[in-house]
């Protein structure tokens, strides 16, 4: 299943590389640039992002779309 999401548009607004938020995520590059190209992914990982790019879980809205 695919889906838009804002996860590129927002960690390059905070000029962070995919590597940079990955480590701060604590997940893998790779999965970073699968979510970006549209690929769904777990509630776990999405909550890790969320507060990778200091968001709040409340926020979610904002960056996954679906």
Known sequence: M???NNVRKIREAKML???ELARIAGISP???DRIERGKSCRLATKRKILLA???KITQKHR???Q
């Open 17 to 19: 590389s995919r590597a």
């Open 30 to 32: 790779l999965t970073i």
């Open 63 to 65: 960056v996954f779309k």
């Open 2 to 4: 695919e889906y838009r």
């Open 53 to 55: 790019l200091g968001m």
